[in-house]
């Protein structure tokens, strides 16, 4: 199994601001991913962040509105950049090991 | 593109009356994964089927993979105040390793 941690674990912001969510996994994985879940539904996987390489976007996410950090293989970062009230949501990362996917707390996201 | 779709959308039911949740794929898959997600909580894991007409069961829980690998349910057997959360079917994204499309996600409620 993995455990992974999420900062922070909620924010309040106000629209037009950039908010950087942090991921530690304990173990060294090679595929991260970002998901969004929208207040009361279902998870929308924005990107797959890889060590070394360039984070892989879903149709409907960009790069400069969700930007993407990888550091090394226990970490990563998403920013969720001038923000919008509908960018309002809990953002959850997860690694894959044996089979399922692990996610983190999520952080949970108010833009006002 | 691939969609997943999962009914019912909500659920409420009496203790111990019985619960099912309907998972119906626009692609064949390979697999088909089930997960839950307590209120205030993130998904966790809780199965995945991989063969034409898999049946598992888990204490009070059963899931089936459909002949066509298009279709999966969950049942939940005498359901408890316990079982309270919203239930995910997942599929992999089409061309995608370790990537997740989920369904809508079935909230069940559970009256004592």
């Keep these: 199994?993995?455990?992974?941690?999420?900062?922070p674990s909620r924010d309040i912001c106000q629209r037009g601001t950039s908010l950087t969510i942090?991921?530690?996994v304990d173990s060294q994985v090679t595929m991260m991913f970002w998901?969004?879940?929208q207040p009361g539904q279902s998870?929308?996987?924005?990107?797959?962040?890889?060590?070394?390489?360039?984070?892989?976007?879903?149709?409907?996410?960009?790069?400069?509105?969700?930007?993407?950090?990888r550091p090394n293989l226990t970490f990563s970062t998403?920013?969720?950049?001038?923000?919008?009230?509908?960018?309002?949501?809990?953002?959850?990362?997860?690694?894959?090991?044996n089979v399922r996917q692990f996610f983190g707390p999520g952080t949970r996201l108010t833009v006002l | 593109g691939q969609q997943v779709m999962q009914i019912p959308q909500y659920q409420?039911?009496?203790?111990?009356?019985?619960?099912?949740?309907?998972?119906?794929?626009?692609?064949?898959?390979?697999?088909?994964?089930?997960?839950k997600q307590r209120p205030g909580g993130h998904p966790v894991f809780l199965i995945q089927l991989v063969k034409s007409g898999e049946v598992k069961k888990q204490k009070r829980l059963t899931f089936q993979f459909g002949e066509a690998k298009k279709n999966s349910s969950l049942h939940i057997t005498a359901t408890q105040t316990t079982d309270v959360g919203t239930y995910?079917?997942?599929?992999?994204?089409?061309?995608?390793?370790?990537?997740?499309?989920?369904?809508?996600?079935?909230?069940?409620?559970?009256?004592p």
């Design chain 1, 43 to 69: 998870l929308t996987l924005i990107a797959t962040a890889n060590q070394g390489s360039e984070a892989t976007y879903e149709s409907g996410f960009v790069i400069d509105k969700f930007p993407i950090s």
């Design chain 2, 12 to 35: 409420h039911v009496q203790e111990g009356e019985d619960f099912t949740t309907y998972c119906n794929s626009s692609t064949t898959l390979s697999n088909i994964q089930w997960y």
């Design chain 1, 35 to 37: 998901y969004r879940q």
């Design chain 2, 88 to 111: 995910f079917c997942a599929g992999p994204i089409s061309g995608g390793y370790n990537k997740l499309i989920f369904g809508a996600g079935t909230r069940l409620a559970v009256h």
């Design chain 1, 78 to 97: 998403l920013t969720v950049s001038n923000m919008s009230p509908e960018d309002s949501s809990i953002y959850l990362c997860s690694v894959v090991g």
């Design chain 1, 1 to 7: 199994s993995a455990v992974i941690s999420q900062k």
């Design chain 1, 22 to 24: 942090q991921c530690q």
